[in-house]
């Protein structure tokens, strides 16, 4: 496990784009895992800007997202997949039928579960899988619980999770009370996995993913087993680490 101390959020999201870039460089038609939530938008930003200069070229790569609530459309602007196309996906050369993300609509969860798992194989699997991390220590929406779960599934989320969410939507009843996740079975079998988080209230989720017990209780601490992990977080976040 590498781990990268930057000074600020600014330096963790130029750390993270590069290590990114150097992937699409190396592997053109590399397959990206992304992650939404607001650590990576940083990141978004720099590809976007280095995409400008001609630096960085998406025209081969290949993009599947962790996770995506379960009944918002595609045009809502609350659902990870407006997400991805405000942050990245709009202004960059990924081709629109190389993007995936699960689809929020689909009435059947199971088969939306199998397909979206069998979707990520039939691309041969994630070159680089992005992941933030959740104040709990969660990963996509993988949230501490009493084991791990191997594939992409359905969760019900939890009223922390609905109350924490209910700022960005109309009212709380507007908010989803489920998501679609790669499960963390999904998220291991990626090759190489870019870990992010700033500030101080990622501190403790960091510490104990880092040197914490393995458990469930902490999604994120099954990364310790995981042979190629980078960890790019700021000074803050790295704070109980010394
Ligand atoms: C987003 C996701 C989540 C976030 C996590 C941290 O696709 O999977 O696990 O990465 O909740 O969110 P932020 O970056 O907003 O602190």
Redesign the pocket.
């Known amino acids: 496990m590498r781990i990268y101390c930057t000074k600020d959020y600014k330096e963790m999201s130029r750390k993270a784009a590069n290590l990114i870039s150097a992937q699409v460089i190396i592997k053109p038609e590399c397959v990206l895992g992304l992650?939404?939530?607001?650590?990576?938008i940083g990141i978004y930003d720099q590809l976007v800007e280095w995409y400008h200069k001609n630096d960085i070229d998406f025209s081969e790569v290949t993009t599947v997202?962790?996770?995506e609530y379960r009944g918002l459309t595609k045009e809502n602007d609350q659902s990870?997949y407006y997400f991805m196309h405000t942050h990245l996906f709009d202004r960059v050369n990924i081709r629109p039928d190389h993007s995936f993300i699960p689809d929020g609509t689909c009435e059947d969860s199971e088969f939306e579960c199998r397909r979206y798992e069998n979707q990520i194989r039939s691309l041969g699997g994630i070159d680089m899988q992005l992941?933030?991390?959740?104040r709990n220590g969660?990963?996509?929406?993988n949230e501490p619980s009493d084991s791990f779960a191997q594939v992409t599934h359905c969760v019900d989320l939890t009223q922390s999770t609905i109350d924490a969410n209910k700022r960005f939507f109309a009212s709380e009843a507007d908010v989803p009370r489920q998501a679609y996740?790669m499960g963390i079975g999904t998220i291991l079998q990626a090759k190489k996995i870019l870990l992010v988080a700033s500030g101080e209230d990622?501190a403790e989720a960091v510490k104990n993913t880092l040197f914490g017990p393995i458990t469930p209780y902490v999604p994120a601490s099954i990364l310790q087993i995981h042979p190629d992990v980078t960890i790019v977080a700021d000074e803050a976040a790295l704070s109980l680490c010394k």
């Open positions: 992650a939404t939530g607001s650590t990576p997202n962790l996770d990870y992941l933030g991390l959740g969660h990963i996509g929406f996740t990622k």
